[in-house]
């Protein structure tokens, strides 16, 4: 039984729902559903079923599908801001797209750019584009994505919002081995309010937080 939600860290989680051997527990206060840790993926599972996805930078079809993103981040920022595309995986198409609009971007990915040096600097905006669902500590990552933005810097969320807990056991996105938390709209509201962050959804499945500025 988990003590506290990896989300936000409110206590006393309840357990949600149990699927083919898998257990399922949901916050209270963030609405957050999540696997439990010891049920979680291991590293070469994950990298594993990574290299299956078809993530082309040059398919028309997915950058139509991470202008979801791009569009709306785009317009809080001024060209040539610095950026890193946390979790851009072996193709990292987002930060193509954001590099022809006129930004600078950096990549990290713990299996396709693990450079750590890069986790050291700060940036004026950072995206998430299908990464947050991975997350096996999401309060730690969230903490650690505050420290690299800078002040008035944005955090752009993109993952598919968990809606109706009737569809749960057959969702497709639940299906997805590496896919261990699963956030609702009230669950990003609750992400930046412990951060102090300000919080908007231009459209479902897309987040976007900005960091106080001094």
């Not at 299908?130 to 994505?145: K, N, Q, V």
């Amino acid at each position: 039984m988990p003590e506290i939600c990896p989300v936000c860290r409110a206590s006393s989680p309840r357990h949600f729902m149990s699927i083919d051997q898998q257990d399922y527990w949901r916050c209270e206060v963030c609405e957050a559903r999540f696997l439990v840790t010891d049920q979680l993926p291991g590293r070469k599972e994950e990298q594993a079923h990574y290299l299956h996805h078809e993530n082309d930078p040059d398919d028309p079809r997915y950058r139509t599908f991470l202008s979801r993103l791009s569009k709306p981040l785009l317009e809080k920022l001024d060209p040539g801001m610095s950026g890193l595309d946390y979790g851009c995986g072996p193709g990292p198409a987002l930060a193509a797209m954001l590099l022809e609009a006129g930004q600078r971007v950096a990549l990290y990915d713990p299996f396709f750019q693990p450079d750590q040096e890069v986790l050291k600097q700060t940036f004026d905006f950072i995206t998430c584009s299908e990464t947050a669902e991975h997350f096996h500590h999401p309060a730690e990552e969230f903490d650690r994505l505050d420290a690299m933005l800078h002040s008035g810097g944005w955090l752009g969320v993109m993952t598919c919002f968990q809606t109706d807990d009737g569809a749960f056991a057959n969702w497709h996105y639940r299906k997805d081995p590496t896919h261990v938390v699963f956030y609702r709209q009230t669950t990003f509201y609750v992400i930046a309010e412990q951060r102090g962050w300000s919080c908007e959804i231009p459209i479902k499945d897309v987040v976007l937080m900005q960091k106080p500025g001094e």
